[in-house]
């Protein structure tokens, strides 16, 4: 008697916590967020619609393993200032990962008018997501429409992104004036970060495909990068942390970009480094400005035709870039300072469609740069 009651409460007891669990972990109302995240290490956000004004912040506990398996819409954030991100992600040990059909919109139609940044329409431009991970991984995110830069990756260590597809095609839509609607829309921007692997990426974007300010062994493998500006180092210069120190970027294909392989320093905004860096097997195609570009003289208002040698870039290896640009387009583009680049390897450089302008490229690049 005792114990068949005990049983029956145990049961009563194991299919409610059985509920509770499933209910409280799996997320497809945006008012269910907080406790997921409060009470639970794995989590599944399904079909989900967050509100004007409103983010999603996944502060998560160490070892949580976040799952998407359906569709997440943001509604337009119109209150300036308000939301400076729509997903932000904090933790060590997090493991985020896409199932197959999942896709996160981020609604960039209602912020494109083709000026990106902080101008233009009255409605702030969120970025989409804010990274501060370590020893993590990011695997099969599905993202499209985004308002301006994609994935900020800024005080993270060990981290890997693989197979993350990024579709800003819609981005491309002219503007009256003949601009694309789409506008600073980086995929993959990293800062003060450390072992960072971002493997596997697809991207169709308007603006740089991966862009590294300051880190160590940053690694970009395997991946194609459709309509922006291509695989980038900077730009470096007028940070707290202007070092960018062995990068590998391998085994990629860049098309229908303003440019390929750059790499761009600031120049008079106070001293730093571009060392061991690594570009192999990386294919172009249907580049409109420049196939590689390695330019000493960037600002962000645009180049200024006089280069500085602070930010020295040194043991530069290019090894098997090849491919097209278009016929208006320069194959190679080098503007160094005079004592600014120094130990350039480069070898099987085949690049047709476009001719060369190189200004004080180390004797590594001779044989290319002509
Ligand atoms: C790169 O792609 C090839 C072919 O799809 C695959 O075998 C290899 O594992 C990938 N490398 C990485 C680092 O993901
Ligand atoms: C460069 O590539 C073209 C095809 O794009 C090829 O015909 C040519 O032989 C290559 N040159 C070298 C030196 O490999």
């Keep these: 008697m005792v ?4 049983s029956k409460a145990a049961v009563l007891l194991a299919a409610i916590s059985g509920v509770t669990a499933q209910g409280g972990c799996t997320v497809t109302s945006y008012s269910a967020l907080k406790g997921a995240i ?25 070892g949580t393993t976040v799952t998407f398996t359906g569709k997440v819409n943001f509604a337009p954030t119109p209150k300036p200032g308000r939301t400076k991100q729509l997903v932000t992600i904090t933790g060590s040990n997090i493991k985020i990962r896409g199932t197959t059909g999942h896709v996160i919109n981020g609604n960039g139609q209602a912020y494109w008018d083709g000026v990106g940044g902080n101008s233009g329409k009255t409605i702030d431009k969120p970025k989409f997501f ?24 800024s005080g993270c260590s060990h981290l890997t992104l693989d197979g993350i597809r990024i579709d800003n095609s819609a981005g491309d839509a002219k503007t009256s004036g003949g601009k694309s609607l789409g506008h600073n829309t980086d995929a993959f921007d990293v800062g003060e970060s450390n072992d960072i692997t971002i493997s596997n990426a697809w991207v169709h974007n308007q603006d740089d495909c991966l862009a590294i300010n300051s880190g160590t062994n940053i690694k970009f493998l395997n991946g194609t990068c459709i309509g922006g500006h291509g695989l980038s180092i900077g730009s470096v210069g007028g940070r707290n942390n202007n070092v960018v120190k062995g990068v590998q970027i391998r085994n990629s294909k860049i098309s229908k970009s303003e440019n390929g392989v750059r790499i761009k320093t600031k ?18 195609d249907g580049i409109t400005k420049r196939g590689i570009v390695i330019q000493q003289d960037y ?22 870039i090849t491919g097209r640009v278009d016929g208006k387009a ?41």
């Design 330 to 370: 320069k194959a190679i583009y080098v503007l160094c300072a005079s004592g600014g680049c120094s130990n350039w390897k480069w070898s099987g450089i085949n690049i047709s469609g476009g001719g060369s302008s190189c200004s004080g490229a180390p004797a590594g690049a001779s044989a290319f740069c002509k």
């Design 38 to 62: 409060a009470s639970c290490t794995s989590i599944t956000i399904g079909d989900l619609e967050v509100p004007r004004n409103e983010a999603l912040d996944l502060s998560l506990k160490s």
């Design 3 to 6: 114990s068949g009651s005990l």
């Design 267 to 284: 120049a008079g905004e106070g001293k730093g480094s571009v060392s061991n860096v690594e570009y192999s097997n990386i294919v172009l």
């Design 130 to 153: 804010r990274l501060k991970l370590s020893n993590s991984e990011i695997s099969n995110l599905h993202v499209k429409n985004v308002p301006v830069h994609v994935f900020s990756i």
């Design 299 to 320: 600002e962000n208002g645009g180049p200024t035709g006089k280069p500085g040698p602070e930010i020295h870039i040194s043991d530069l290896t290019l090894s098997g």
